[in-house]
Each structure stands twice: as C-alpha cells, then as structure tokens.
C-alpha cells in the first residue's frame, strides 16, 4: 500500500510538472497572445489612460465649485466618499444591523445633500452604499440626475444641456434585460469637460 | 422593463443557454471517458510521465492517485509563493508568509479558492499563472476523474477496476478543461476583461490626480476559475472588480460557465449508465434546490430589514450598480451552489435572508448544483442514502442501478456525508469558544457569528466565498481552515472511491417488481427530502444563531 502511494505520487509529480507547463505557461500565454490582437489590445490592458472601465471619484480643487460628476463611496476611500485607494479593491462588509454602517450611510447622504444642495431624503441608495469593488464605474440615472443642476451651475453649461450629456452616457440593460440602466461617470465627466471648453 | 422581470427573463435565458449544452457537452463528457482510442499528443504525454494507459486501477490505486497528486500540487504551489522573489514577473513582491502560503496551497489545490491575501499586492505572474491558474484547472480534473470513476462503479461488474486516474486526468484536461477555458477566455476578452503581463499602469483622472492600477493576467484565469468552479479572484474584489467582469454579459456568461460542466456532468451520468433520464432526475432535484435558494436570496436582498440598509433606501452596500440586486444574487446563488466561490458582490453586506440562502446552499453539501465533479459525486452519495431509506421503509434490500446497496456502501454513503457537517461545527464551535475569535470579526452580534459559520462552511465544502469581514489571517483561522479544506475534500474523495470500487466488484441484480424505479419524479422527491433531511438535521441550530436571527429581527 505504502509503495503504491510513493510511486504513485512520483507519476503524480511528473504529470504535474508537464501539466504546470500546459496549464500555467502555454495556455495564457496563448490567451494574451490573442488579446494582443487588435481591437482587443485597448480593452485588454484596462483602457487605464482616463479609463471609463473603472471608477476612481475626481476631487475638486475647490469644493465650493465642483464641476464633477461623482462616482459611488468607497470602503477603502479615507473620506467620507472617496476616492478609493486603487491599489487594492473590495467592499466594507459591513452587515445591514451594523451599527458602523447605518452611521455611515448617514454621514454619506450628509455629504452629497450638502454638496448638491438637495433635502437628504432625495439622494438616492447607489449614492449612500460603497460598492462591492470600490472601483465602480457606474451610477444610478438617478445619482446622475441629482448631480446635473450642481455640474451645470459650476461649468456655466445650460441645465439642459448637461442633462442631454447625462442622458447620452446613460446606458440601458443589455439587450433589454442583462444588468441595470447604468450612467458611467468617467466617461459623462469627459463629455463635460469637452463641452465646458476645458 | 421593471428590474423584477428582467431578472426573471435573465434567468430564462440562463437555463436556455444551459439546456442548449445539456446534451452535447454531456454526451462529450461521456465519450471521453469510456473511449479507448489515446489522442496522439496524449500517447506522447505518457510517455513523457512514464504512464502506462492501458492499465485499469484499482480503488485503493485510484485514491493513491489523487492523494499523491494532490500532495505533490500543494508541495509545488506552496514552494513557489515562499520563492516568490526568485521567480520571474514578481513585481518584486516578497515570499508569501509560511501560514498564508499553506492556506492558500491547499485553498487551490482543493478546488477550494478561499482567499485570506490581497492577489494584487501579493502575487505576481509566475504564481499566479504557473502556480494558481494550473490549479484551477488540475483540482477541477480531479473533480471530474473522482465522479466518472464512482459512475464507472455502477456501469462495470464483476470487475476491481475502476478505470486509470493519469487518464482519467489528461482526459479531463486536454479535452474538456483547457479547450472550453481558452474559447471562454477569448469571448471573456471580447467582453472586455482584461489580460496583461504587467504588474499595473499609472492612469491621469479627470481630476488630474493620478492612480496606479494593478493590472494582471486575469483573463485566462478568468474563465478556469469559473468553468471549473473554483472562484479565486486575481484581483481582491473578484467578480465585483470591473477588470474581471466589466459588464452585464460578461457578468452572465460567468455564471454560465460555472454551472455548466456540474449541471452537464448529470447528462454524462445518465448517458454513461445507459439511461439519461437516471441523470435529468438528479438534474431537477439540483435545479429545484437551486431555484428555491435563488427565489429566497433574490425576495431578501429586494426586501431589507437591517437599519442600515432601511437608511439607505436598498440592500446596495457591496453590490455595484451595472449588476443591480437580480444580477447580484442570481450570482450569489450560482457561485455558492456550485462551490465556485466567486464573488460579484459582498456577501457579508447581504441581507440576514439572503445570506442565510447562500449559506444553505453550502450546508446543503455543495449538490445544487455543486462543483465540478464534486457536485455529481456528492449528489449520487445522496442518491444511494435515498435509495437505502426507501429500502428500509418498504423492508427490502435497497439496490441503485442493479447494484445491492449493503453494509460497504452505506458506510462509504455515510462518511462521506458527515464529515462536512463535523467540521463546519467542530470548526466553528471551537472557533467561537476562543477568546480572540471577537476581535477578527468584521460585525457583531447574529452577523458575526454567521461570519464564523460561513468560514468554516466555505472551508470544509469547498466553495472558497466568504463573509469577508472576518479576519482570517491569524495562525488559527489559516490552519484551521487548511485542516477543514482538506478534510472536507479528501474524506469524500476516498469514500467515494471506496463505494466505487464496492460497486464496480458486484455483478448486476436484475431489477424486480419490488425495485425502487429511479429515473422517476417519486426517486427526485426522496434525493431531495434526503437533502434537506441531512441539511436541517444538523445545521438547523447553527443557522438559527445565525442568519435566521439576523433575518428574524
């Protein structure tokens, strides 16, 4: 018995080694051969110059005047908002009796009713929850369109304008019902700044 | 569309994408497995490792397979992340401390996945690729070999052998494994998912301000850590991290790929013993188990209590909007009922109900529909506890596809399925008998017990998803865990062994009019009674102290 297990452990070490070689040098490596192709390359490499693939809130120079849209809190941000540390990524894993969150979703909702300018009851729940991941790019259209007025203000862009701008980085499901109806920060904060002149 | 509907219809067309695959991949499955004909690159692998590939094994050599080969993976993949300095592409990142690179060792190689390190501040790509994504595809072949050898059990007689695991392994490997995993990856790439060498990039926001970003090879990984129900991320946020799954398809078609070998495997189960409807049977008890956790998680997580969550208006701490609450639990209940382990959103953030569901769809011991491999040999165990129960009801001697189920095969039944159970409460028990238990929790009162609970859970079955506010990187929780891990693996993988080479030794009873007919709805109702049964039995208390209390108040 004991003998059967030592060679049969030495075939399983052998089969290993070859197997690591398949496994853990020739198949991705011949993935990221593939994602090397282009029209796959960008995607592949994150996108990261001004990437809209992951959510990292601007700061305002001064927040009187904050000409941004703003992303979701973050668990690993040092405010009470953001932005995140990039570096790493996840959620607060806070339960929903703790008592650590239900301050902090007080003090969240605090914060953005203050910096737009609105009764704390209109900011809406994507607003006052981190993510799961920190880094998401996404908020609710309604997020979006409590932050319109406050970006039309600062810029001195008509209000109508912003909100075609918001409007056009609104996202629906996918194909009608994969996901949720999604406005992507990074890219509406472009198409601002673009608009802005800046 | 309201959300409610298109998360109905989103699942529709899961089951349609499944049921599509059902018959092919499952029907694959079973021809790779009973053919003789070798592949040429695989005469020329065996030769290589000095493998004979004709030669039936029999149990006792099988099991001495897997454990060698299991042992010498870990051995490997715990030297790399201690070497991790002399390797290549290290980014400069130091050896991983001798607790965590156990942990994380065993974590892999038992197809477990939990996770008590930060992968982007911790790996680099030499581990990552030649030490993690070869286990994700090695620990899910053994799955694989371990649930073909128990169906060979049923299909052979008067024979010790139960087939050949070096075969049973490259076969799993190179014509299952590694070519679904590189079609998945492509298509996860074309979705967006990032693949890169790396070690990270520096990006300018909006602001101005600029941030590193991790980057990683996470592709290719990507798709082994889902089609073989394993669950490790490459990033810290796993599935949550928009790198991993940018969007709402790639969010689908990752929860696609984790069900789709465990729910196709019951087809190769049923082509095997030479009556499919054998495996639609187990199939449906899965799928109900499955609908009934996601019904549970899904009306939870849309209907908060917690004060928190009330303040904020929804269950939306530790969720990310692209996904929304649907795609959330519709992931939940896939990546813990299948012992993947992956997560697209917090669990320690979902509501008491919600992640009592996912919980249970661990207890339930990994069957709904399980993990690679481990969820048919899991629920055929089941089936033969089923099976004896109506025996003794009706006072014969239960028989399972014309084969006796006595003494032997019970005991082998019996092992099998309480060794989860005594380490997740040995586990757990212990665990919060310490006194510096109180500190690692991330939450107090029902939650945090619960985070200790579903540690011990995730650990023993194999799943690798946690309530991560707890923190497990204290000597105790890293051993421990390693312990139940390993138990909870390799406990079941021997008896079931045992129970194939059992079987595989009788001759074949013709049925009788007092047969109990198992490819019929009545056989479904006792496999999933018997679930239930064994679940309730045991984790009723545990659970009480825990979500149940949570979702209660």
């Known amino acids: 018995m004991l003998s059967t297990l030592r060679r049969q452990t030495a075939t399983g070490l052998r089969l290993l080694i070859v197997l690591t070689v398949v496994c853990g040098i020739v198949y991705p490596l011949a993935v990221w051969g593939v994602s090397r192709l282009p029209g796959l390359s960008l995607s592949a490499e994150g996108s990261a110059e001004g990437s809209s693939v992951i959510g990292v809130d601007p700061v305002a120079a001064d927040p009187a005047a904050d000409p941004f849209f703003h992303t979701r809190p973050a668990a690993s941000a040092a405010g009470v908002l953001g932005p995140a540390d990039t570096t790493t990524s996840g959620g607060s894993n806070e339960a929903g009796d703790s008592t650590d969150l239900l301050d902090a979703v007080a003090q969240r909702r605090a914060a953005v009713a203050a910096r737009e300018g609105v009764a704390p009851a209109a900011v809406p729940t994507d607003a006052v929850t981190a993510s799961a991941s920190g880094l998401d790019p996404d908020i609710s259209p309604a997020y979006a369109a409590l932050q319109a007025a406050r970006v039309a203000r600062v810029t001195g862009l008509p209000d109508a304008q912003v909100r075609a701008l918001v409007d056009r980085a609104t996202d629906g499901r996918t194909i009608g019902f994969l996901g949720e109806p999604t406005v992507d920060v990074t890219e509406l904060n472009l198409a601002v700044q673009q608009a802005a002149g800046r | ?553």
């Open chain 2, 1 to 553: 569309m309201n959300d409610t509907l298109a998360g109905l219809v989103q699942v529709a067309f899961l089951l349609v994408l499944l049921a599509a695959c059902y018959v092919p991949l499952g029907d694959h499955m079973a021809r790779v497995f009973t053919v003789e004909r070798h592949w040429r690159v695989e005469t020329a692998l065996y030769r290589l490792v000095r493998v004979d590939p004709a030669g039936g094994q029999r149990w006792p050599t099988y099991a001495a397979g897997v454990l060698g080969f299991s042992f010498v993976s870990v051995v490997l993949l715990y030297l790399l992340q201690r070497l991790q300095p002399l390797l290549p592409a290290s980014f400069g990142r130091g050896p991983v401390p001798p607790a965590t690179a156990f942990n994380t060792a065993v974590s892999f190689v038992t197809n477990t996945n939990w996770q008590s390190y930060v992968p982007e501040q911790t790996l680099g790509n030499t581990v990552q690729m030649a030490g993690l994504t070869v286990q994700n595809v090695l620990s899910a072949a053994v799955g694989i070999a371990v649930a073909v050898a128990l169906v060979r059990g049923f299909v052979r007689a008067g024979t010790d052998r139960i087939g050949n695991v070096w075969v049973d392994l490259t076969r799993a490997t190179v014509r299952i494994l590694l070519p679904l995993a590189f079609v998945a990856a492509i298509l996860l790439l074309v979705m967006g998912v990032t693949m890169s060498l790396r070690s990270g990039v520096d990006m300018t926001g909006v602001d101005g301000a600029t941030h590193t970003l991790p980057l990683a090879p996470t592709a290719s990984q990507e798709a082994v850590k889902q089609l073989g129900t394993n669950g490790g991320g490459i990033f810290n946020a796993n599935s949550a991290h928009p790198f991993e799954n940018p969007g709402a398809v790639s969010n689908l078609f990752q929860i696609f790929l984790m069900l789709v070998v465990p729910v196709c495997l019951t087809r190769t189960f049923g082509t095997m013993v030479g009556n499919p409807r054998q495996g639609a049977i187990l199939l449906s008890v899965m799928g109900v188990l499955w609908g009934a956790l996601l019904a549970v998680a899904w009306f939870a997580e849309t209907h908060p209590n917690g004060p928190a969550a009330l303040a904020a208006g929804g269950a939306m701490e530790g969720k990310e909007v692209r996904f929304g609450i649907p795609s959330s639990v519709l992931f939940g209940i896939s990546t813990t009922g299948t012992s993947t382990g992956a997560v697209n959103s917090m669990h320690d953030s979902w509501t008491g109900g919600g992640g009592g569901a996912a919980l249970l769809a661990m207890l339930l011991g990994e069957v709904a529909p399980g993990g690679v491999g481990s969820g048919l040999y899991g629920i055929l165990v089941l089936a033969v506890v089923a099976v004896f129960l109506a025996g003794l009801m009706v006072g014969r001697t239960p028989e399972y596809l014309g084969k006796k189920l006595g003494r032997v095969q019970v005991t082998a039944a019996a092992v099998s399925i309480l060794v989860m159970p005594a380490v997740v409460l040995l586990g757990a028990g212990l665990a919060i008998a310490l006194p510096g238990t109180a500190d690692a929790l991330g939450n107090d009162g029902a939650h945090g017990f619960s985070e200790v609970l579903y540690a011990y859970a995730s650990a023993a079955n194999n799943n690798g998803s946690a309530f991560a506010g707890i923190t497990v990187t204290s000597d105790f929780f890293q051993s421990t865990l390693g312990v139940a891990m390993l138990l909870g693996r390799f406990v079941p993988i021997l008896a079931v062994l045992a129970l194939a080479g059992s079987l595989a030794a009788q001759r074949r009873a013709e049925p009788t009019a007092g047969t109990l007919p198992t490819d019929k709805p009545l056989f479904g109702v006792l496999v999933g009674g018997s679930v239930l049964l064994v679940a309730a039995l045991t984790f009723f208390p545990a659970l009480a102290l825990g979500p149940l209390a949570e979702a209660l108040s």
